[in-house]
Each structure stands twice: as C-alpha cells, then as structure tokens.
Nanobody
C-alpha cells in the first residue's frame, strides 16, 4: 500500500517555474514506478511524466519534453516534477501516481494522490 501527497503547486506567471513534490508513505516506495498526470478544466486527465524505481528510465508527454524534468529521491520517498517555461496551457491539477513494474508506456496506475493546483497566468 502506498499513500501519496502532492505539494508545490501555485500561481505563476507565464515563463516561470515551479517544482512539484510528491511524498509517499510505505516501505516499498523504492520499488514503484512513479508518474505525474494532470487534468485541466473540462479535459480528461493526461499523462505528463514517469520514472522507474531506479530513476534510470524516464518518459515524458510530447507537450512537456524539454521543459519538465521528473526525478526521485528514494531515501526521502519523494518524487519531483521540475516545470520550466510554463505557459497557460499547463494550468491544471497535477497528480502523482504509483504502480509496480517498469513499463513506462502503461499509464494504468494503482495509487493516486489528491492533486495540487497549478495556475499559469498569461
């Protein structure tokens, strides 16, 4: 069982940066693939980024490649999402998620956080 809690969201101007954190509880955190998803108003939730348990492999949605970076610190049971060059199109509730296994193309995750709001003003 893994419980997740996101933080770091807020209001930022276009072109700015934010770093989201997701703290996880559970002794098996280091064995889980972690992902970030987002849901904008009126839209379906979409994949943003994922990282395997070792941190060796990562995956990104095309819309965030080159701007967002996912990382993790297994000693702190925390996964991060560094977001740079933010634009209004990045406004959404951001969720972290966890699942066993290493298939980054599979977006079916078992555990979800409550989400943190990111708002980018133009």
């Amino acid at each position: 069982q893994v419980q997740l809690g996101e933080s770091g969201g807020g209001l930022v101007q276009a072109g700015g940066s934010l770093r989201l954190s997701c703290a996880a509880s559970g002794r098996t955190f280091s064995s889980y693939t972690m992902g970030w998803f987002r849901q904008a108003p009126g839209k379906e939730r979409e994949f943003v980024a994922a990282i395997t348990w070792t941190g060796r492999w990562t995956a990104y949605a095309d819309s965030v490649k080159g701007r967002f970076t996912i990382s993790r610190d297994n000693a702190k049971n925390t996964v991060y999402l560094q977001m740079n060059s933010l634009g209004p199109e990045d406004t959404a509730v951001y969720y972290c998620a966890a699942k066993p296994g290493v298939n980054l193309r599979d977006h079916d995750y078992d555990y979800w956080g409550q989400g943190t709001q990111v708002t980018v003003s133009s």
